[in-house]
């Protein structure tokens, strides 16, 4: 399968570096490349973006505002964003995962984990980051919303399995990890997680880490099951 990749990022020497690298890849093709978040809504529609390379901070409209407007239309429903920071511990992370990002990487990511991030995201598998993720995510949302919301819709509706899953799945676990624990086998476990999030709506399982703990069906701190 060919991943279609967006490039998006106001420095076009950093896009330029990417793309050389990206383009080398025989199951990657670089489909576009925006400046700003505004460019970045509109080809990500007209370009048929698999996933999109999204920095944070740009001009006229930022990668936030870009990532929540593309995770927000139906027709761009198959499109996942990965968002690249120069700071892994910055709060807008975390704000760009609730506003629908598939996950996060440092610009100073290696090659390798740059290839493997792209495919992992093209595939709705995990969200992730070279450098502590769990850790991350449990700090600022916990921090950014200290009360649990409401839980979400669809919560109530999850079994006891897919929500055992959805814990797990919090906790950063791979099928793999999840299968161990739970004695499944990954395709199962995967099953269980594609159920729970279509009851939840969420659009990957980077999703269902933002449920999980916004919910607060798991807290920070909270140790794996």
């Known amino acids: 399968m060919i991943i279609r990749v967006l490039l998006v990022d106001d420095q076009p020497l950093i896009r330029a570096g990417f793309r050389m690298f990206l383009a080398s890849e025989p199951d990657i093709e670089i489909v576009g490349e925006a400046g700003n978040g505004r460019e970045a809504v509109r080809l990500a529609r007209t370009c048929r973006a ?5 920095d944070i901070r740009m001009p006229e409209c930022d990668g936030i505002e870009a990532t929540r407007e ?32 598939s996950g996060f990487l440092g610009k100073n990511v290696e090659p390798a984990e740059l290839l493997r991030a ?27 919303q200290p009360e ?15 929500r ?3 814990v797990l799945v919090a906790h950063g676990l791979t099928n793999d990890e999840i299968g161990e624990r739970v004695f499944l086998s990954p395709l199962t476990v995967k099953t269980h997680a ?6 939840l709506g969420a659009r990957d399982r980077a999703q269902l880490v933002v449920i999980a703990y916004q919910s607060g069906l798991v807290r920070a701190g909270d140790s794996v099951p």
Not at 194 to 199: D, F, G, L, S
Request: aromatic share 2%; no cysteine.
């Open 50 to 54: 698999d996933v999109v390379l999204m």
């Open 70 to 101: 593309i995770a927000a239309a139906e027709d761009l429903a198959g499109v996942r964003i990965l968002v690249l920071t120069t700071f892994e511990n910055d709060e807008n992370v975390v704000r760009a995962l609730r506003a629908g990002a």
């Open 118 to 144: 792209i495919r992992v995201v093209a595939a709705g598998e995990a969200l992730l980051s070279p450098a502590a993720t769990r850790g991350l995510v449990t700090q600022f949302l916990s921090q950014a």
């Open 148 to 162: 649990p919301l409401p839980p979400p819709e669809g919560l109530d509706r999850l079994t006891e399995r897919e």
């Open 164 to 166: 055992e899953v959805l």
């Open 194 to 199: 594609n159920r729970a999030m279509a009851k």
